[in-house]
């Protein structure tokens, strides 16, 4: 079941991607002029993205070891990274919005936590609640986002984490059982899809305020 489950969620992802954003989509198929601080820019938010997928799949696999050390600081460090993706946002947007970003991404990793700690105890009442909190919090992210910058459209914003959502429960879920193969599969497309998060957003951000690249 759990296999389906993830040939699933690949096929979504990928129409999603496509589907959601033509433009982006385009976009990515070919090789643009970009300026080199456009360049840093989107270097710079691909690493954020992807140190948050890292952390996090560190905290749900030390803690499924049971290594309680470990977790602890994986889990420091995701707020540490929650912080620096919320940061990065300051020099267009303000310290009042990157506060909210961060609260938002604080929520988001609350609410992955809860589905990994009732997922590992076997409570599928309770899973059924942390993935509700999940989708409400992508909700919430993508309105917020899409309210900042016209070039990033609620559809697209929230497409693209809907799905990175469904990797992370995936990945949740593949751990829980010890299906680590498979789980690497999810943990390579997720980290594909940081960056197809990272990449909309740069793009975005160099749109809206060219005069700064």
């Known amino acids: 079941m759990l296999k389906n489950a993830f040939k699933s969620i690949l096929i979504v992802s990928a129409m999603v991607l496509m589907a959601a954003s033509p433009s982006l989509a385009k976009e990515d198929l070919k090789i643009t002029n970009e300026s080199p601080k456009a360049v840093e820019l989107r270097e710079a938010l691909r690493d954020l993205w992807i140190g948050h997928v890292f952390w996090v799949r560190n ?3 030390t803690t499924k070891l049971g290594d309680r050390e470990a977790a602890k600081v994986a889990e420091e460090n995701v707020v540490k990274n929650a912080r620096a993706i919320a940061d990065a946002f300051i020099p267009f947007y303000g310290k009042d919005a990157a506060d909210k970003l961060f609260g938002l991404l604080a929520g988001h990793y609350g609410a992955v936590k809860e589905y990994m700690t009732v997922s590992y105890a076997g409570d599928n009442a309770r899973k059924e609640a942390a993935e509700v909190k999940i989708k409400k919090n992508v909700i919430e992210l993508s309105e ?12 697209t914003i929230v497409s693209l984490l809907f799905a990175h959502g469904g990797h992370h429960k995936q990945q949740i879920d593949f751990l829980n059982v010890k299906n680590y193969s498979t789980e690497a599969q999810v943990w390579n497309h997720m980290k594909n899809h940081m960056y197809s998060i990272a990449d909309a957003l740069g793009k975005g951000i160099v749109k809206q305020f060219p005069k700064k690249f």
Do not use: D, G, I, Q
């Not at 917020?144 to 559809?155: D, G, H, I, R």
């Open 59 to 61: 905290v749900v696999l």
């Open 144 to 155: 917020f986002l899409s309210a900042a910058n016209p070039n990033w459209p609620y559809e």
